[in-house]
């Protein structure tokens, strides 16, 4: 089992810049294919970023694409998402997802991962 922790949440203007890291327990985090999710207020959990296990294969929703990139160091057991240029529809609670495999593929939905941090809040104000 993995234990995934969020932080780097926080508030920022509009066009600025944030770090969200996900710190990762054990020692098979190389085993462990990873996403980060949001959910605002009265929406559903929706897919931002994804990442393979081995962080050469990435994707993204299109509402950031361009604007955020997704990276992991397996050295170091942790997940990052940098987000630039944010917008006030960034606002969201931010959630990082682990989900165990070798197969090399990156995945978008919510039922493909069975691990999720507590999350971390970002506000963008306007």
């Known amino acids: 089992q993995v234990q995934l922790v969020e932080s780097g949440g926080g508030l920022v203007q509009a066009g600025g810049s944030l770090r969200l890291s996900c710190a990762a327990s054990?020692?098979?985090?190389?085993?462990?294919?990873m996403g980060w999710f949001r959910q605002a207020p009265g929406k559903d959990r929706e897919f931002v970023a994804a990442i393979n296990e081995i962080g050469r294969i990435t994707n993204y929703a299109n509402a950031v694409k361009g604007r955020f990139t997704i990276s992991r160091d397996n050295a170091k057991n942790t997940l990052t998402l940098q987000m630039n240029s944010l917008k006030p529809e960034d606002t969201a609670v931010y959630y990082c997802?682990?989900?165990?495999?070798?197969?090399?593929?990156?995945?978008?939905?919510?039922?493909?991962?069975?691990?999720w941090g507590q999350g971390t809040q970002v506000t963008v104000s306007s």
């Open positions: 997802a682990a989900t165990r495999t070798d197969s090399g593929r990156v995945y978008v939905r919510l039922s493909s991962y069975d691990y």
């Open positions: 054990g020692r098979t985090f190389s085993s462990y294919a």
